[in-house]
């Protein structure tokens, strides 16, 4: 596992350990950071959100690619242990902030969020609901780019005030390009 692109091109990052955690694949990153960066002009100065951060490599990733700040959020104590080791290897913690926070009972947003990462674990069913929690309490920016993965075979069924703008399947994974209605 290692940042694809960006000020941290090249680092290693410290993999999980268990079967717990399932990282986004080196490949899809750099498919995903493409993708974003033709469709939504970048991720500089941005603010983002990683929910069910993991090993945090999606953050990460966008932090070494110009983002100004972003959360981790995730509920694991393994996670995030794994998180918190990732943002002192790449010395990133004056742009970082991470919390131990339960989907779907997110806290009211201090700030809203540019681009949001959600991840869950695959055999959850709570893309919705989450998506759901973090509307009810403020945490997306005008024009949110929300980029969402889980299993391919899942019936996803997405809040009607969000619009499919892309989606990518790799592997066992799906990825859904959101963009909030205004």
Do not use: W
Request: net charge positive; glycine share 8%.
């Amino acid at each position: 596992m290692r940042i694809i692109g960006g000020e941290f091109r090249g680092r290693k990052l410290f993999p999980p350990t268990g079967k717990n955690i399932r990282p986004t694949s080196d490949r899809m990153r750099e498919t995903i950071f493409n993708i974003l960066e033709h469709s939504s002009g970048g991720l500089e100065d941005a603010n983002i959100l990683d929910v069910f951060a993991g090993t945090g490599a999606m953050g990460l990733e966008a932090l070494s690619r110009g983002a100004a700040h972003v959360t981790f959020f995730d509920r694991d104590r393994a996670a995030l242990q794994l998180v918190k080791k990732n943002i002192a290897l790449l010395n990133a913690g004056d742009r970082s902030t991470l919390k131990n926070v339960t989907a779907p009972d997110f806290p009211p947003a201090r700030v809203p969020f540019d681009f949001i990462f959600l991840d869950p674990p695959y055999n959850l069913d709570i893309l919705s609901d989450t998506l759901c929690a973090l509307n009810k309490n403020k945490y997306f920016a005008g024009r949110v780019m929300v980029i969402a993965e889980y299993a391919r075979d899942n019936i996803v069924i997405f809040p009607d005030y969000f619009e499919v703008i892309k989606e990518k399947t790799y592997g066992d994974a799906r990825f859904s390009f959101l963009k909030k209605n205004s």
